[in-house]
């Protein structure tokens, strides 16, 4: 198990050095939420580059829980990186004085996660750095994603694991207890949760996954009927924008 563990480990570098060395650029940005997605994400970008060419942007609001900076502000110590915070309040009461602005918990959530992709990305023009997104797979198979918000990104590190191996890897790289076993959440709002809002523990989402991945995607569960509407509502997240674009001839 170790083993295997440990391969699945060296195939996320290899792919993180291959984008890293393809692309020509200088450094790697990532936004640090304080959860342990972003903290496994970043964990593995450290290994590769070195954490000195890692830069690290917590990017609050006034519902982000203090705790979570706190625990971004210990993992980048732990690690090495530079840490950098930058609260986004100023740029959505930009956004609140738009003609018929309209705040409801769903379309402040996309917006907060849109903005704070827009500030990855600024630093990262500024400093010729990639962008690494902070995905897993079982939140992007279900949707529980912003297009062009969390789930842009230049690199995916995580992307293909689900919640319950996230928690495995974190172990492996010695994340700080603190952030693997605090609740789960997209600080949208005060008290937030993702297991609350998605209505299934992520234990359960991915046992219904794998069984859906290995049964050809056909429901014989509740659960697996649950989590199958949501794959099949979410589908166009997932895919490239329609376009009558010809792919080139040869």
């Known amino acids: 198990m170790a083993q295997e563990l440990g391969c699945k480990m060296g195939q996320v570098e290899q792919m993180i050095r291959y984008a890293y060395w393809n692309s020509g650029c200088d450094g790697i940005v990532i936004g640090l939420s304080g959860g342990v997605d972003s903290a496994v994400a970043a964990a593995f970008c450290c290994r590769v580059i070195g954490a000195d060419k890692v830069l690290a942007l917590s990017l609050p609001t006034t519902v982000t829980n203090p705790a979570d900076t706190d625990d971004a502000r210990t993992l980048c110590t732990l690690l090495g990186m530079e840490h950098r915070i930058v609260t986004i309040e100023p740029m959505l009461a930009a956004f609140r004085t738009m003609p018929d602005f309209q705040q409801t918990p769903y379309l402040l959530g996309n917006l907060m996660a849109r903005i704070r992709m827009t500030v990855l990305y600024y630093n990262a023009n500024r400093d010729h750095r990639l ?63 993702d297991e609350g809002e998605i209505g299934m523990p992520y234990s359960e989402i991915d046992t219904a996954l794998q069984s859906l991945e290995s049964h050809g995607w056909s429901a014989t569960t509740p659960a697996e009927e649950k989590v199958l509407a949501l794959v099949k509502k979410s589908t166009h997240k997932r895919l490239s924008a329609p376009t009558l674009l010809a792919a080139p001839q040869r």
Not at 152 to 165: N, R, S, V, Y
């Open 131 to 193: 962008v690494c997104g902070t995905s897993n797979r079982s939140e992007y198979m279900l949707g529980y994603c912003t297009k062009y918000g969390d789930n842009a990104a230049d690199l995916q590190p995580i992307l293909h694991m689900k919640k319950t191996e996230v928690y495995e890897v974190a172990r492996e790289l010695s994340i700080p207890e603190p952030i693997i076993k605090k609740v789960p959440t997209a600080g949208l709002w005060a008290g937030q949760s």
